[in-house]
């Protein structure tokens, strides 16, 4: 099945910058689509930014302006750079990946209950 290992989270101060990275590997479909979700304690999951189908950098709208999503085709990895960080952006951030025969074509980069791939998490902390 397919695996995905993050790395990059750590611990930095409010206004800093952190790059995470995410690596799939031992995949055996197309990849459709892959995004970053986070989720601090006593809170619900929510959407960071994504990759769509088409190649589309998808944006949570706190996240705009401050947060940057790319990926290498290659390699199959997932970036997400982060700047500005504020105190509130502290929380598990977890790598998601799409791969199916068939994809859809809507986009899903954004909606957690599309993935069927999860990584296990990097923790990101900013102090203030």
């Known amino acids: 099945q397919v695996q995905l290992v993050e790395s990059g989270g750590g611990s930095v101060q409010a206004g800093g910058s952190l790059r995470l990275s995410c690596a799939a590997s031992r995949y055996t479909y197309s990849r459709c689509f892959m995004g970053w979700f986070r989720q601090a304690p006593g809170k619900e999951r929510e959407a960071v930014a994504g990759?769509?189908?088409?190649?589309?950098?998808l944006y949570a709208d706190s996240m705009k302006g401050r947060f940057t999503v790319s990926q290498d085709n290659i390699k199959n990895t997932l970036y997400l750079q982060m700047d500005s960080l504020k105190p509130e952006d502290t929380a598990m951030y977890y790598c998601?990946?799409?791969?199916?025969?068939?994809?859809?074509?809507?986009?899903?980069?954004?909606?957690?209950?599309?993935?069927?791939?999860w990584g296990q998490g990097t923790q990101v902390t900013v102090s203030s």
């Open positions: 990759i769509d189908y088409y190649g589309s950098a």
């Open positions: 998601a990946a799409n791969f199916r025969r068939v994809c859809p074509t809507r986009n899903r980069a954004l909606v957690d209950d599309e993935y069927n791939y």
